[in-house]
Nanobody
Framework: QVQLVESGGGLVQAGGSLRLSCTASGRTSSKYSWAWFRQGPGKEREFTAGLNRNENKKDYADFVKGRFTISRDNAKNTLYLEMNNLEPEDTAVYYC????????????????WGRGTQVTVSS
């Protein structure tokens, strides 16, 4: 089992930046793939960014390309999401996910989830 805890959310004005963190504990493994999903008000949870288990490929949803960056510090067992030029439409609860498989946008295929951190972007 892997336990994931997100942090770093908050209230920010449009155009601002935030860095989310996801700290993993338990049976962590360098063979996991990692991802960030988000769920806006009244919306389904959607894929935002992913880092495959070999860390040589990053995937991003079209709506965040060029603004968000996913990265991982293996020594700290921590996944990050650097978010720049935030827009009100980015308001959502952001979730960290991990799985033994490759990165997929299908949330049903991710085994481990955190409880999320709220990001609110004001206009």
């Amino acid at each position: 089992q892997v336990q994931l805890v997100e942090s770093g959310g908050g209230l920010v004005q449009a155009g601002g930046s935030l860095r989310l963190s996801c700290t993993a504990s338990g049976r962590t493994s360098s063979k996991y793939s990692w991802a960030w999903f988000r769920q806006g008000p009244g919306k389904e949870r959607e894929f935002t960014a992913g880092l495959n288990r070999n860390e040589n490929k990053k995937d991003y949803a079209d709506f965040v390309k060029g603004r968000f960056t996913i990265s991982r510090d293996n020594a700290k067992n921590t996944l990050y999401l650097e978010m720049n030029n935030l827009e009100p439409e980015d308001t959502a609860v952001y979730y960290c996910a991990a799985d033994w498989g490759i990165v997929t946008t299908n949330r049903a295929l991710w085994a481990f989830w955190g409880r999320g951190t709220q990001v609110t972007v004001s206009s």
